[in-house]
């Protein structure tokens, strides 16, 4: 079973800048994918960034939806099994409840699927205003 806990929502101007965090825990290090996703009232759950990671801890791939492409900047820090996303230039148009997620594979062809994720944090209320 493994357990994610994310932090560092809140409350930014746009323009601004936020880091969220999610521990990872409850997995073997084989290879998997850790990724984020994000809802917004009434808007379908979307993929906003995600890592491919091999059994080593070695990142594979990352991949972006084209609407944070140069703004948002996910990363891992293997000595702890935290995944961020780094959100810069951020817009109110971005304001959402995130979403760390643990998928045991993914591809360019499925990595912005919420279906392939098995397990899910709590979500972290990320709110821009204008």
């Known amino acids: 079973q493994v357990q994610l806990v994310e932090s560092g929502g809140g409350s930014v101007q746009a323009g601004g800048s936020l880091r969220l965090s999610c521990a990872a825990s409850?997995?073997?290090?084989?290879?998997?994918?850790m990724g984020w996703f994000r809802q917004a009232p009434e808007k379908e759950r979307e993929g906003v960034a995600t890592?491919?990671?091999?059994?080593?801890?070695?990142?594979?791939?990352?991949y972006y939806a084209d609407s944070v492409r140069g703004r948002f900047i996910i990363s891992r820090d293997n000595a702890d099994n935290t995944v961020y996303l780094s959100m810069s230039s951020l817009r109110p148009e971005d304001t959402a409840v995130y979403y760390c997620a643990w998928a045991p594979y993914c591809g360019s062809a499925s990595w912005y699927k919420p279906s392939i994720y098995k397990y899910w944090g709590q979500g972290t209320q990320v709110i821009v205003s204008s």
């Open positions: 409850g997995y073997t290090r084989s290879r998997h994918c």
């Open positions: 890592l491919s990671i091999n059994g080593g801890s070695i990142v594979l791939n990352d």
